[in-house]
């Protein structure tokens, strides 16, 4: 075997990838022509890859390094708890200290009665487990047939079978022979996109109000819960109008079904308070958690579940579970996250000092001829490219056509910022300083005007 530790040409490693490597949600042979970008090393917000590029990531990684790159505290953590107890399960009536101690610890931090923490390794698998617990849940209360699960078009809940399920992106139901029953799908909160000639306030509220229609078309005997990111982050970062979340938590109450709230993205300091839920005001039955729990630097997940769900599940066994549940190294990284996290106060100063501070630069940026909205909440932002800013009207050339110019202009500035369709993204990690965020902006600025440049010299630059 090739001792690839020490690194190879970029050339030789991208020939070895694109020979063995099979990418998540990524066209191989395209990629292969191309080669992938190699990263090598990081430090706070800064990716090194392996031609000497020094990369803002704007994306903190795929939304989870919060706490920034390099905190070498939870690199001894992790190595310390493999030197002591590297594995073990949570299945026959054992426990360990780091799954205790993670635990307590989120049932603390997080908001009401939610108390309970049911480990998974991955969002998606998480949301696995919430598909069946909520059902087990009705089940055990003796209606087994409320079990269909609503959530959103062009919501994120994962990969899985249960997840891509939930999940509300057309392009995965259209592979592998997806949703599994029982889950129905309503429209997403996107004004901008699906406003037509309503207010934002009118639209939020009739959006939400689709979740009440549904409950009654389909029968509120049949319905086991709602499910919904707080702010669609996967989806390009839709941020609702404000009539939209409060209406969805009193149909939620007035129905008696479950409130999932995936909170992967949204948790853990993203939007300015510990979780998405409270900067939206919602009081969910049962979160989502992933991501921002061990700041990337080990796969965990779980889902936080109130006294009441709780109570009803631990009535009977339920069958359920995941090699990794809790996995102790994972748990102890998750937990040294959190200390920093809250010690550094690093969640508290990015809600009052470097959102603020994010949002007005951000917001500034309808300045630019082709910028329609710029929205921001905490430190996740979307801003949507539009040749008609007054119309609203998207692009005449396929969506995303001018999103990927600009994500490869962007790129080519050394700077992480995605695309969802022609919409730009940001979720820079916490620790982004005001320095750093002046230089996010240039970069963003800069790509844009060579975006624009371009798409008006390709005669890209008309309205659908
Ligand atoms: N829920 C939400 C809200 C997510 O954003 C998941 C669940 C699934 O988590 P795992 O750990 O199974 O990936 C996610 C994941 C993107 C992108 O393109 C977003 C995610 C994953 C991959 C790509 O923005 N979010």
Redesign the pocket.
Known sequence: MKDISNHLPTAELQALDAAHHMH??TEGDALAKKGAKVITRAEGVWLNDSEGNRILDGMSG??CVNIGYGRTELADVAARQMRELPYYNTFFQTTHVPAIALAAKLAELAPGDLNHVFFAG??????DTNIRMVRHYWAELGKPEKKIIIARKN??????MG?ASL?GMSGMHAQGGLPIPDIHHIDQPDWWSEGGDMSPEEFGLARARELEKAIEKLGKDKVAAFIA?PIQ??GGVIIPPETYWPEIQRICDANDILFIA?????GFGRTGQWFGSQTVGWRPDIM?I??GLSSGYA?I?GSIVSDKVASVISGSEFNHGYTYSGHPVSAAVALENLRILDEEKIVENAGKVTAPYLKEKWEALTDHPMVGEAKIVGLMASIAMTPDKEGRKPFASDAGTVGLMCRERCFANNLVM?H?GDRMIIAPPLVISTDEIDTLIERARKSLDETYAKVKDEGLFKPA
Do not use: Q
């Not at 991955?122 to 949301?127: F, I, L, P, R, Y």
């Not at 995936?262 to 949204?266: F, M, S």
């Open positions: 998540p949600f795929l939304w991955s969002g998606s698998e998480a949301n919501g994120y809940h994962g990969s899985t997840g999940g990111e982050g996967a995936d909170e992967v993205i949204c989502t992933a991501k796969p997940a995605r969802v």
